[in-house]
């Protein structure tokens, strides 16, 4: 059975700041696995690729996690519409034109869908993520509890994935 809710976040764990996506998963991952009768799915990558189109099917939310140089504040949440863009024909594709791949395939709307888009300063390879965007990491995990209380339709349960 697929889980209404999908949180998929995507970076280079290698890649100092580029780290929140895939930390946001494992921490939200940790504290979602204590919350009776949650159901939600973790998803984690390096990149958004064509096939993750397939990872939206039978959702009824769905909230995408990566940083962000230019977002303002510790994060932004940006409700997102399918569309096809420029990264159409790259080999890592914006979350907008997951959305788009999944409509023609599916030949209906995708699930509604959020980015969630965490301040990150510092991409240098081989480093940590720094001080300032582990704490704006710390305030998106509070924000994405309230999302993740929001209801859904399903019955409750907690699975977690990744790609390499």
Known sequence: MTAPLLVFGWGNLSRGDDALGPLFIRQLGEQA???AGL???FLEDYQLQVEHALDLVGRERVLFVDTSLTCTGPFEVTT????RDASFTTHAISPESVMHVYRDLSRAEPPPCTLLAIRGMRFELGEPPGAMALEHLAQALVWAQQ??????S??????????A
Not at 80 to 83: E, I, N, P
């Open 33 to 35: 696995g204590v919350c």
């Open 39 to 41: 159901t939600v799915d």
């Open 80 to 83: 997102l519409y399918a569309r």
């Open 147 to 152: 999302w993740l209380a929001e209801p859904t």
């Open 154 to 163: 399903q019955e409750h349960g907690v699975r977690r994935s990744a790609h």
